[in-house]
């Protein structure tokens, strides 16, 4: 397998989804680096909490193994970016107590339906995640 996984994640890059689930309204947005895919999830409530979660190198290892081919990875996360865009996400053990492991699903209705750890943000992090997501908007607006 190629060092340079997450160039075959460029699927996954800037998108942004909504979950409706139960009375709850999330926003969900992906983001990939060279060093690894990030989902941050962010809950439509007067608090404005956010979660992050991540997959590195030895996430995909996991999965695909260690010695999968670029083409294998690149239509791994394709997939996945396939369930991103279509909806096809649900959040698993959710909990609005603070401090409770959840998990994003990815494909909660495939065979093999794949899974982000998700921890929240702290109250700084979170407005300092959401001030650079605007920023990222405004410059895209003008």
């Known amino acids: 397998m190629s060092t340079?996984?997450?160039?075959s994640f460029s699927a996954l890059d800037e998108l942004i989804q909504v979950i409706y689930q139960s009375i709850y309204?999330?926003?969900?947005?992906?983001?990939?680096?060279d060093d690894r895919?990030?989902?941050y999830m962010g809950l439509s409530d007067s608090e404005g909490r956010w979660w992050k979660g991540s997959w590195e190198d030895s996430d995909v290892h996991a999965v695909l193994?260690?010695?999968?081919?670029?083409?294998?990875?690149?239509?791994?996360a394709d997939q996945l970016a396939k369930?991103?865009?279509?909806?096809?996400?649900?959040?698993?053990?959710?909990s609005s107590a603070p401090g409770t492991q959840i998990k994003l699903t990815l494909g909660p209705s495939a065979n093999?339906?794949?899974?982000?750890?998700?921890?929240?943000?702290?109250?700084?992090?979170?407005a300092e995640f959401a001030t650079g997501i605007f920023l990222d908007?405004?410059?895209i607006v003008l």
């Open 4 to 7: 340079d996984i997450f160039s």
């Open 65 to 76: 193994g260690s010695k999968a081919s670029e083409k294998l990875v690149e239509g791994f």
């Open 83 to 94: 369930f991103f865009v279509e909806g096809e996400l649900y959040i698993s053990n959710w």
């Open 25 to 33: 309204k999330f926003v969900v947005l992906s983001s990939v680096t």
């Open 37 to 39: 895919w990030t989902v």
């Open 137 to 139: 908007v405004s410059f």
């Open 112 to 126: 093999k339906p794949m899974y982000v750890s998700l921890e929240e943000m702290s109250p700084s992090q979170a």
